[in-house]
């Protein structure tokens, strides 16, 4: 198995994140149908659409939430559809979420070193059972995580309850969470939601430093138009489960699909 994954390793010129005809359906209802769009390496991808376009849906199934029931998922070479929900983050994939998913009764600093374990899973074993190796593990989880927490201008806060902290710097901490697996790509489902103005500024310049200085592509679910465009490379429109344009964010904002998801069908033809 192992050596059949390595050998299918893309190269460094093929897209990290290939979505390809991936459709799922729940019941009755097509959540999304056969959608496809690549996400280049070192890319800041925008991912938009009205409620209920299936950006959320297609979130879960990278993250192997959810099973798609036709389509191909390749990232860095692999096929995601084929791998385990447990490889996920040893593979490169972070992500964070809409509705915080942090251990609240935990310290910030502990819920990054969960991170920082959940990329080598066997660490939490290993330091139970006092195995060999396990002292070295501990101490670069620990150095890894005072690094992120650093990073990210969480100092201050190492050694909080999350629970008590406020909304926005909860989900810093999340972020870093999500930073600790060392991913290629990362995946960032509503990063706006909930915060100030303040902190709206700040966010943008976090996304492209992490593009800019750690090399991490980037793929957003984000309602927060002025964001999403301004900090896109690209941006994929989703609307019934379909792609309905791809593009710049110049391109897309302007297309009539776009328009007339967002602003009904009578805004295109006033447009036109």
């Known amino acids: 198995m192992r050596q059949a994954m390595v050998a299918e390793r893309s190269t460094g010129a093929d897209p990290l994140l290939r979505i390809e005809g991936v459709c799922v359906r729940f019941g009755g209802i097509v959540a999304l149908d056969g959608v496809s769009f690549d996400v280049r390496r070192g890319e800041i991808c925008g991912l938009i659409g009205p409620n209920g376009a299936g950006k959320s849906t297609l979130f879960n199934v990278i993250s192997r939430l959810y099973a798609a029931q036709a389509g191909r998922i390749g990232f860095d070479g692999f096929d995601l559809t ?54 070295r593990i501990e101490e670069a989880a620990q150095a890894q995580a005072h690094e992120l927490v650093e990073f990210l201008g969480l100092m201050r806060f190492a050694h909080r309850l999350v629970a008590d902290l406020p909304f926005g710097t909860q989900k810093r901490v999340e972020l870093a969470r999500a930073l600790a697996c060392q991913p290629k790509l990362l995946l960032l489902d509503e990063p706006a939601c909930g915060l100030n103005h303040e902190e709206l ?38 609307n019934f489960g379909r792609r309905i344009a791809e593009g710049t964010p110049t391109e897309v904002q302007a297309h009539p699909d776009v328009i007339a998801a967002y602003l009904g069908s009578d805004a295109t033809e006033a447009a036109a």
């Not at 502990?110 to 396990?134: I, Q, T, W």
């Not at 492209?208 to 964001?227: P, Q, Y």
């Open 82 to 135: 084929r791998l385990a929900r447990d490889r996920m983050a040893a593979l490169g994939i972070g992500r964070t979420f809409q509705n915080l998913a942090l251990f609240r009764s935990m310290t910030v600093l502990e819920n990054v070193l969960v991170g920082c374990h959940a990329r080598h899973h066997a660490g939490f074993l290993r330091n139970a059972l006092r195995l060999p190796g396990s002292r």
């Open 201 to 238: 500024q700040g966010l943008g310049d976090l996304v492209r430093r992490l593009r800019d200085r750690r090399g991490i592509t980037v793929l957003l679910v984000e309602h927060n138009m002025g964001l999403v465009m301004g900090l896109s490379d690209k941006v994929v429109a989703l």
